[in-house]
């Protein structure tokens, strides 16, 4: 047991840090062709635009530790923008239910990131209680496609998405967990209507999808028929552990230090306020714990053997660790996050400190409520029995 | 970087896990509390004939070189069973002081026998008015010839009685609260002028309240520099902490998991208590919180052990966060257990007890959360 980084581990960083700084974005450069550019410089380094797929499909098979010392300098830096939906949620669950057909269709796109997906998984009367969905998919007489209609809700980035993975209602007869189909279609055709959601912050990224008599071909489906349950949890379990965002986290409270140090208080700033200062010493604590917490979980996972029982939290600390860190920048506006106009006043980060505070409250509902992670919790990782009485 | 620990840790870890399971059930580890001294002396022996003393010293000292890691596991395990010997006050903080500090002779003289349980070394740090600052001294120790004679007074120094010498941190020089001007001084327990009141703590632990009266101690026994004994001590008491916390999350890791078991067996409402959702939650923030600051503790004991006092804040983190959070979890085992966390009978209140003793050694949550953030 020990920390230090070895010879090896300290020469991947450097050449990690020479690979960010050499293609770093240019002020004045197209965005877009340098987002494109840069993915395809992280995939010539040996699968670096895809950290977290397996070598056999061309990830790079990073240790931990190289796992932990890429989030650090990528999280230190600024990389294109990237959505989860297609290599971190989808791609898993292609590789290990889809047919080779499927792989090689889709993988590809996904990787270069010319497919943007969105994810079709909550319908008005399905939030929480995700298996409840009612969006339909009937097979024609053919056998050939399903048609599908129904409502999805909360559709991050549908806007701007190519393609969904959507989950269906295939039977209704038994279990609402049988009975449920995961298909793939795309966004821009007929039958497929998107409405922007506005959400506390002001910002538009979830939407509410109609599908409308929309033909999906039965080669679109991913595992068998009503079987869609197991595809839905896998890739739960990716989105989770995702959305903890430890090292960005560890970057946006070095900047909340900052930012607090320039907000004057009396003859000095807020960070001479004792009472701040504690819930920032809290906040860093619990950060520093739940970095390690997540180095134990990679650990775990490369050691071949099944996620630790730590990596469940991981969710549930990370998002409470977001949304200390964005209230606390709100807090440190003052006064000033209450300016909402187009013209803001006082501090720069005031107003989008507030916006950041209402758009991080949905951190604890989405990829499953903190309720709902502690339930399930309790239930696969504690083994808490349920009488069913 | 990793976590995995070697064949011989591994092997230690078992051999310890087996003894306190073998040896540590509630009613035993009673009786063992109410012989002389608070302890038992066969069991003293036994983990001495194992080779757990030898642990931390180095190779030179007789030791098997091993550092705060090989530390942690024991103490991981001894938290477990709420092991009485005072491994901590002896080899952790008395034996830390006299490696790091002692001359070549006195290392010689003292840490073969402190390593074979011959010898029981105790740190006497704390005074009435110093609450958890290591620098707030007023014992003073004067020079005269070859010896210095110390008088003052030492507070809640863990198995004095029992203990062959104490280590004793003293005024030198300085005024009452400067880090400069602190010594550090071996002191044998039975030296003319030491007296001491003796107690049970409320975890069924031993302490003493010790006096000092001209007691004279040759210059020989400075640990370390005169006047630099702060440096030392900070050092010793790193390791303390380090050593308290292990012990600690085994304790907090016992405590989730004797509430899981009982509330699946007690039925209330025609249910077992577990199925409630409630109660459930409280048990997931539970584990939650103890895997938290297992964590922590693997961090701060790898940082200690990589980069020694740099890693100072971090173990300011760590004390806080196993303080604030076993006694959270404490008071949840106590809270679900009902009427029963409230009694003797069962291990809940026990485990809660030293949870609460070990958050007051070496500063509490409060204390370590304004070092962290000043």
């Known amino acids: ?389 | 970087m990793n976590f995995d620990l070697t064949e011989e840790q591994q092997l230690v870890a078992d051999s310890v896990s087996r003894f306190v399971s073998d040896n540590y059930h509630l009613e035993s580890r009673q009786e063992y509390a109410a012989e002389p001294g608070g302890f038992k002396k066969e069991h003293w022996q036994t983990m001495a004939e194992l080779g757990w003393f030898g642990m931390p010293f180095s190779e030179a000292d007789g030791g098997f070189g091993g550092d705060q890691v090989d530390t942690m596991i024991i103490m991981e395990e001894f938290g477990k069973g709420l092991v009485l010997e005072p491994f901590v006050p002896s080899i952790v903080l008395g034996g830390g002081a006299v490696k790091r500090g002692g001359s070549d002779a006195l290392r010689a003289a003292i840490l073969p026998g402190v390593q074979d349980g011959s010898l029981q070394l105790t740190l006497g740090y704390a005074e009435e008015q110093s609450r958890f600052d290591l620098n707030d001294v007023i014992t003073s120790a004067k020079a005269d010839g070859d010896d210095f004679v110390i008088n003052g007074q030492k507070s809640m120094v863990a198995n004095a009685e029992t203990a062959s010498h104490i280590v004793v941190s003293a005024r030198t020089s300085g005024g009452q609260m400067e880090t400069d001007g602190i010594t550090l001084f071996l002191v044998p327990a039975d030296a003319e002028g030491v007296s001491m009141d003796s107690f049970p703590t409320v975890d069924g632990l031993r302490a003493s309240e010790i006096t000092f009266k001209d007691v004279r101690v040759s210059k020989d026994n400075v640990l370390g520099d005169v006047d630099q004994g702060h440096g030392l001590l900070h050092e010793v008491v790193l390791d303390g902490i380090l050593a308290h916390c292990a012990e600690a999350v085994g304790t907090m890791e016992m405590l989730y998991k004797d509430t899981i078991e009982y509330t699946q067996e007690r039925v209330q409402f025609d249910h077992p208590l577990s199925d409630f959702q409630v109660l459930q939650h409280r048990m997931v923030d539970m584990f939650m919180e103890y895997e938290q600051c297992k964590s922590m503790l693997l961090r701060a004991t790898m940082e200690v052990a990589a980069s020694g006092v740099d890693a100072t804040r971090t173990v300011h983190a760590l004390k806080h966060l196993v303080g604030k959070q076993s006694i959270f979890v404490g008071e949840s085992a106590v809270q679900l257990h009902g009427g029963m966390g409230m009694t003797e009978e069962l291990r809940i209140g026990h485990y809660f007890k030293r949870l609460l003793v070990i958050d007051a050694q070496f500063g509490n949550a409060d204390y370590h959360l304004q070092k962290f953030a000043a």
């Open chain 1, 1 to 389: 047991m020990d920390i230090d980084l070895s010879t090896e581990d300290l020469a991947f960083e450097k050449e990690v840090r020479e690979f960010l700084d050499g293609n770093a974005y240019k002020p004045g450069e197209d965005y877009n062709a340098w987002r494109m550019g840069w993915f395809e410089a992280a995939r010539e380094k040996g699968g670096w635009d895809v950290p977290k797929w397996p070598q056999e499909f061309g990830g790079p098979g990073w240790s931990p530790t190289q796992h932990y010392i890429w989030q650090k300098e990528t999280a230190s830096r600024t990389t294109p923008w990237d959505m989860p939906f297609g290599t971190v949620m989808l791609a898993p669950m292609l590789m290990q239910y889809g047919t080779k057909e499927q792989q090689e269709r889709f993988l590809p796109d996904i990787r270069s990131r010319k497919v943007n997906w969105c994810q079709g998984y909550s319908e008005p009367g399905a939030g929480s209680d995700l298996a409840n969905l009612k969006t339909k998919a009937e097979l024609t007489d053919d056998g050939q496609h399903y048609i599908v209609n129904g409502t999805k809700i909360w559709t991050t980035a549908a806007h701007i998405a190519d393609w969904i993975f959507c989950l269906t209602r295939t039977d209704d007869s038994g279990r609402k967990q049988e009975g449920i189909t995961f298909l793939l279609f795309p966004m821009n055709q007929e039958g497929v209507e998107v409405k922007p959601i506005i959400t506390l912050g002001g910002a538009h990224s979830v939407n509410m999808v109609h599908i409308t008599d929309v033909k999906v071909p039965v080669e679109n489906r991913v595992g068998e028929e009503n079987k869609g349950w197991a595809v839905a949890k896998g890739l739960l379990q990716h989105e989770r552990t995702g959305i903890a965002g430890i090292s960005n986290s560890i970057v946006a409270l070095e900047n909340l230090k900052q930012k607090a140090g320039t907000v004057k208080r009396g003859n000095g700033s807020l960070m001479d306020d004792p009472g701040f200062r504690k819930k920032i010493a809290e906040l860093e604590i619990d950060l520093m714990a739940t970095e390690f917490t997540e180095l134990r979980s990679l650990a775990s996972a490369s050691a071949g053997t099944a996620p630790g029982p730590e990596s469940s939290i991981l969710k549930l600390k990370g998002t409470n660790i977001q949304q200390r860190t964005n209230k606390l920048t709100m807090e440190a506006g003052g006064l000033y996050s209450a300016a909402w106009g187009d013209k803001t006043a006082g501090p720069g980060f005031a107003k989008a400190g507030t916006a950041g505070y209402l758009a991080s409250r949905a951190y604890t509902i989405y990829g499953g409520a903190s309720e709902v992670q502690r339930d399930v919790i309790a239930k696969n990782v504690l083994g808490i029995k349920r009488s069913g009485k």
